[in-house]
């Protein structure tokens, strides 16, 4: 078993939509998780982090945590062509200093 | 504050060379992580420093090594290089030894011929 596991997709939703991208991971003791935006070609970008289990949002994006099932979600709200890419969940468990990845689920945002 | 940044971005070299990479963090940041990243394993975390110390290292062979100086800029160095070590190659700066939060460079692409 993975580490941490997300879907491949890809994904594929209209514009304006709800894309939810979802990840688990393995380690209970991971305690910070991030999103991490990746165009083709380019590094990776940070979107957001979350350490608490519920719902922090930010602008367009909304970071979902559930410790007790070992899940954590990205919602982007009124999805833009733009936010086509590969999205990369990352946990970081307690005096690790290093980040996990998931695979990546890319996502397609059709005008 | 500029970003991180990576040199080169580019490189080719052929099996059996050795590569040497650079990374200088976001200024402040005295924290440097190196991974790499394949279309087959992912993005793979090699090793980490602090204060010009290596405090964690990944699951890679002892070709792959680093340093980092006083200013934290750090270096990689790949040595005997081999056809699968053709990846990109990131560098990720944290601010300080309590932060989780990293910020990525643009990285090197290393195509091994």
């Known amino acids: 078993q993975k580490e941490v596991e997300q879907n491949s997709g890809p994904l594929s939703v209209p514009e304006g939509a709800i894309a939810s991208l979802n990840c688990t991971y393995s380690d209970r003791g991971s305690q910070s998780f991030f999103w991490y935006r990746q165009y083709s070609g380019k590094s990776p970008e940070l979107i957001m982090f979350i350490y608490s289990n519920g719902d922090k949002e930010d602008g367009r994006f909304t970071a979902q945590l559930n410790k007790a099932s070992q899940y954590v979600s990205l919602l982007i709200r009124d999805s833009q062509p733009s936010d086509s890419a590969t999205y990369l969940c990352?946990?970081?468990?307690?005096?690790?200093?290093?980040?996990?990845f998931g695979s990546g689920t890319r996502l397609q945002v059709q005008p | 504050k500029a970003g991180v940044t990576q040199t080169p971005r580019y490189l080719i070299k052929t099996r059996g060379q050795q590569v040497t990479l650079s990374c200088s963090p976001i200024?402040?940041?005295?924290?440097v992580s190196w991974y790499q990243q394949t279309p087959g394993q992912g993005l793979q975390f090699l090793f980490e420093?602090?204060?010009?110390?290596?405090?964690n290292k990944g699951n890679f062979p002892g070709r792959f090594s680093g340093r980092q100086f006083s200013n934290s800029r750090s270096e990689m160095n790949v040595s005997t290089l081999e056809l699968g070590d053709s990846a990109l190659y990131l560098c990720a700066s944290r601010d300080s030894g309590s932060s989780d939060t990293q910020y990525f460079g643009p990285g090197t692409r290393l195509t091994v011929l």
């Open positions: 200024s402040g940041h005295r924290s």
């Open positions: 990352a946990v970081n468990a307690v005096g690790r200093r290093a980040l996990t």
């Open positions: 420093y602090f204060s010009e110390t290596q405090r």
